[in-house]
């Protein structure tokens, strides 16, 4: 090789080892078995709130005194008992836990679960939440600093969640004083049934209908009190969180609803995570952890 071009080929040659060695450092986003395969440790109770199999909540409570900030995990799994939910979220609470932050794990009855669906699952919200309310006397718990933090199905309700004094006292789903949500983390969260009912249908494979009942001469509009669209605004902040590369909730779904959300006088904001998919959104495992983990403690700051 002529001499004069040696410090080109070097050059060249060095400019690929480090862009071959840049991308061996970049974790390959999480896939599905990954997420089915998180573990955490197990809890500190265990609190059953309803007579079904999956009417129950567990707490995990950092070492120390307290009270300890609060957040209240919801698990996705495309509203079905298919894909994962409680098991993997302990995987989170674990994580959190070593950050001081105390952690309410709710299961639920889900779409193929008997009572789930429209209105079993948001009343196991609703009845989750109020035994939540009345276990803040007996643990070290600090019920003004809370976050809901709900993955994909699990942000849909958590994203319900800050809205439900909005709902009309004739719905079923209505609770008087409810415990208030004026922080959510979603994540990857499938919130607007409304205007995401094809991205819901492709995704997860869900009729609407089975999360928002069917219409009746009393209930003509069946998303008036299960959509999170139209339960703002509520004056909640809400940080949706999202992998650059998800495909069942895709950064589009987050910006538009954050825009949605603002414009009816709510605070929200987005946060897209590099190179992500849909289950690094939630795993503290993952190389997303860092900002997820920030999005927690910021939302947590806020009273």
Avoid at 193 to 212: H, N, V
Wanted: aromatic share 6%; charged share 20%.
């Amino acid at each position: 090789m002529p001499r004069r071009l040696l410090p080109l080929a070097l050059a060249a040659t060095f400019a690929a080892v480090c862009a071959g060695a840049a991308i061996a450092a970049t974790p390959a986003p999480m896939k599905l078995a990954d997420y089915m395969a998180l573990k955490g440790p197990v809890p500190n109770a265990k609190f059953s709130y309803g007579s079904a199999p999956s009417q129950y909540a567990e707490l995990f409570v950092p070492g120390g005194p307290g009270p300890f900030p609060v957040a209240v995990l919801v698990h996705g799994g495309c509203w079905t008992k298919e894909f994962g939910g409680i098991t993997q979220l302990r995987n989170l609470a674990g994580a959190l836990a070593e950050r001081g932050i105390a952690s309410w794990n709710i299961e639920y009855r889900r779409v193929d679960e008997p009572g789930g669906g429209y209105p079993g699952t948001y009343q196991d919200m609703n009845a989750a939440l109020e035994m939540l309310a009345r276990q803040a006397g007996r643990y070290p718990l600090d019920l003004k600093r809370l976050v809901a933090v709900g993955h994909s199905a699990g942000g849909q309700l958590v994203q319900w969640m800050a809205g439900r004094q909005r709902i009309p006292a004739t719905s079923p789903l209505y609770l008087p004083d409810p415990l208030p949500v004026k922080n959510v983390v979603s994540l990857g969260g499938l919130a607007d049934l409304r205007r995401e009912q094809a991205l819901i249908k492709s995704s997860c494979d869900r009729e609407i209908g089975q999360l928002t009942g069917a219409p009746s001469e009393s209930r003509p509009d069946v998303f008036a009190d299960t959509n999170a669209g139209d339960l703002l605004p509520n004056g909640s902040r809400t940080i949706l969180v999202t992998g650059e590369l998800d495909k069942v909730s895709p950064p589009r779904v987050a910006h538009d609803y954050a825009r949605r959300a603002r414009a009816a006088g709510d605070a929200a904001e987005v946060v897209i995570l590099p190179g992500a998919s849909h289950y690094d959104e939630v795993a503290a495992s993952s190389h997303s952890w860092p900002l997820v983990l920030q999005a927690i403690e910021s939302a947590l700051k806020q009273r």
